[in-house]
Nanobody
């Protein structure tokens, strides 16, 4: 069974940090690009960060570049998102997603497996 399970969400103060993790199973994790998306209340799901299968190439949406770092451990089948200098506008449900092909980039339809999401709330 192909599955993605996120963890690590919670409440953080502005300027604080959180680390999200995603555990993958049921497919060959090491050959697919992976990504993080997020969805705030009343808004559409949006791309956050993507990492290629090797981990050597990453891409971020402008609003998180320099604050968030995406990484993966192909030996452990895990995907992480280190979030620093958090802002209230980062509050959202964060999803881990598996790319449908090697060319998967920033668009939702390029990803064919999704986790259930983990809530991140940034508030003082």
């Amino acid at each position: 069974q192909v599955q993605l399970v996120e963890s690590g969400g919670g409440l953080a103060q502005p300027g604080g940090s959180l680390r999200l993790s995603c555990s993958a199973s049921g497919f060959i994790f090491s050959i697919y690009p992976m990504a993080w998306f997020r969805q705030a209340p009343g808004k559409e799901r949006e791309f956050v960060a993507r990492i290629r299968w090797s981990g050597g190439s990453t891409y971020y949406t402008d609003s998180v570049r320099g604050r968030f770092t995406i990484s993966r451990d192909n030996a452990k089948n895990t995907l992480d998102l280190q979030m620093n200098n958090l802002k209230p506008e980062d509050t959202a449900l964060y999803y881990c997603a598996k790319g449908a092909s090697d060319s998967a980039s920033t668009r939702i339809w390029e990803y064919n497996v999704w986790g259930q999401g983990t809530q991140v709330t940034v508030s003082s």
